[in-house]
């Protein structure tokens, strides 16, 4: 099972990406792979201190280097092993997957007349995020 990140999850920042395996399967070695179309795939980190008897296997990435989407990557683990003397290779993959590394920008608008230094002020807000799925909000 791919515990972190679940499908339609949200990634960021310095990421904790953790998989299970079956426990028939003695995983060894843990690859987190990511991909945008499903098919051309990139390394993100791997687990290769992982002992035949760990239940979890967790390794870290900065995601930062990543593009950012709205959802519809993919996130892969990969697990290597052996079981009953053989070589077992079993992989869990994780869809709809986004990235959003860029915060959103937040403008305050100021009434064009003077400003009173007492009472209510009226503003308004604008905050615009590209990455995620409301990419401007407007709060008066």
């Known amino acids: ?3 972190t990140p679940a499908s339609s999850g949200l990634v960021n920042g310095t990421y904790l990406f953790n998989a299970t395996f079956d426990t028939n399967t003695l995983v060894s070695n843990v690859s987190f792979y990511y991909s945008t179309d499903g098919s051309t795939w990139t390394i993100l980190c791997s687990n290769t201190n992982a002992s035949e ?21 993919y996130v892969n683990a990969t697990g290597y092993g052996t079981t009953a003397g053989a070589t077992v290779v ?37 905050v615009s995020d590209s990455g995620s799925s ?7």
């Open 1 to 3: 099972t791919l515990r």
């Open 134 to 140: 409301i990419p401007t909000l407007r709060q008066r």
């Open 53 to 73: 008897n760990d239940l979890e296997y967790p390794c870290s990435k900065d995601t930062s280097a990543l593009s950012d989407t709205i959802s519809g990557g």
């Open 90 to 126: 079993t992989s869990k993959t994780a869809t709809s997957v986004g990235v959003d590394n860029n915060a959103p920008t937040v403008t305050l608008v100021l009434p064009v007349t003077r400003i009173e230094t007492h009472g209510t002020v009226k503003t308004d807000c604008i």
